[in-house]
């Protein structure tokens, strides 16, 4: 699969591990948008960004990352969990047991796998235009 001009949303609050996620990304070809580093922003970005894909840490410095991933499963916008918090759905809440997960420490070829199935078991994102995207203003 191209990853070429992709669009992934990276919502990671620890620096290098960021750092290394968008290189990642960028070698595979994909824009990055963010890294929002803090649960504000990210829900911010997940609200306004049009985006193809996400890459969700569940903990952001102490706060759960789950009003994000809230936006974007309304949106529409396929997304995943990178995080050490991988394990059993006790943590998860019920609405994302079902969210592809990544555990940390991750390789790029584990990310570049993921994002794969991700996009390709997304038939009806065809692109950065989410269902509600259509409807906001141009030049917004």
């Known amino acids: 699969m191209s990853f070429s001009g992709k669009r992934v949303l990276v919502v990671e609050d620890e620096f290098l591990v960021a750092l290394g996620l968008e290189d990642n990304l960028r070698s595979l070809g994909c824009i990055v948008i963010g890294p929002a580093q803090s649960l504000a922003s990210a829900m911010q970005m997940a609200a306004r ?37 991988t394990g059993g759905a006790g943590r998860m809440p019920a609405a994302f047991t079902d969210v592809p997960r990544v555990a940390k420490p991750y390789t790029s070829k584990a990310i570049a796998e993921a994002l794969g199935d991700l996009l390709a078991t997304d038939p009806a994102h065809d692109g950065p235009l989410s269902k509600n995207a259509a409807d906001a203003p141009s030049g917004a």
């Open 49 to 85: 960004e049009q985006v193809d894909a996400a890459l969700l840490d569940v903990n952001l410095a102490g706060e759960a990352v789950y009003p994000a991933a809230a936006i974007l499963a309304e949106r529409g916008i396929p997304f995943l969990f990178c995080s050490g918090y």
